[in-house]
């Protein structure tokens, strides 16, 4: 493709419709796809601002560490409630119907395994695991949330007691005090545990990596999906179709760091837009 037709083109549903027709798709996705089942965007515009924790602050502060659990402990709950939507469906419905290869995600959701897709790389991990950084054991989050509710007994429910609990996108919720909080550690080795989801600080674990480069370099275009590509771990895909003369495009609520590696880019919410494609990307294929 020439670089003509790679520079930035903000384009409408049916340019995206005559870009993507025909094509088998690989789609990276990120939190703009979740927002519409009430998990919130921390990065979508008119977010509030919010500083992501780091790998270093998790392990190298224990009072962080406590907080960050209290907070976990409470938040998980709301994300093991939340339901997939129209959006997560549409490309469920695409994958069935031949026209996506496989979803990349950047989201901890497990929403879009939630709604029927198969082919799913969990790039930042899932927040319904968790890791022993000492001896790699890997637990469910169901299993560690009975002890941590044997080691702090009514602590869920006096926070459910709390008006405004804000929750965030890695399951997270903020509460105001968690000193009296107990962190439970790894049962085999008393390890520090830790969400499997990958932190800022920390790397995708390479075969993760590998198997998207594969993914994209199965299909004929990579959609982008609800993602600013604020981090590279996101972005590097992006640079990697356009760098191999695959067309990209972009479906997001404002600009991304991709938009100059798009041959189009569609300022548009992804529930509707992927609902849209459905219907036509799937009867042309
Ligand atoms: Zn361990």
Not at 41 to 51: A, F, L, N, V
């Amino acid at each position: 493709m020439s670089s003509e037709a790679r520079a930035l083109t903000t384009g409408t549903l049916a340019d995206v419709v005559a870009l993507l027709s025909g094509h088998r798709l690989a789609v990276l996705t990120g939190a703009g796809v979740s927002t519409d089942s009430g998990i919130p965007d921390y990065r979508g515009p008119g977010s509030p601002p919010r500083t992501p924790m780091t790998y270093q602050q998790f392990v190298g502060d224990e009072a962080f560490r406590r907080h960050y659990w209290a907070r976990n402990h409470v938040g998980w709950r709301h994300v093991n409630r939340t339901l997939p939507n129209a959006g997560h469906r549409a490309l469920a419905t695409l994958e069935h119907r031949g026209v996506v290869l496989g979803v990349i995600t950047q989201n901890v959701d497990l929403l879009h395994e939630a709604a029927g897709s198969r082919h799913v790389i969990d790039l930042h991990g899932r927040y319904d695991r968790v890791v022993c950084l000492a001896c790699g054991t890997v637990i469910s989050r169901a299993e560690l949330a009975d002890r941590l509710d044997a080691l702090n007994p009514g602590f869920v429910a006096a926070v459910g007691a709390v008006a405004d609990v804000e929750i965030a996108p890695e399951a997270d919720a903020v509460i105001e005090s968690t000193s009296q909080f107990t962190v439970a550690a790894c049962a085999r080795c008393g390890g520090i545990l830790k969400p499997d989801i990958v932190y800022f600080g920390e790397t995708v674990p390479r075969e993760r990596v590998e198997r998207a480069y594969a993914l994209v370099d199965a299909a004929d275009a990579l959609l982008v999906a609800g993602s600013s590509l604020t981090v590279q771990s996101g972005l590097r895909f992006v640079r990697h179709a356009a760098g191999t003369g695959k067309p990209v495009v972009v479906v997001n609520r404002g600009a991304t760091r991709g938009d100059r590696y798009a041959a189009l880019t569609l300022d548009a919410g992804t529930s509707e837009t992927l609902v849209e494609l459905v219907d036509v990307l799937a009867a042309v294929h």
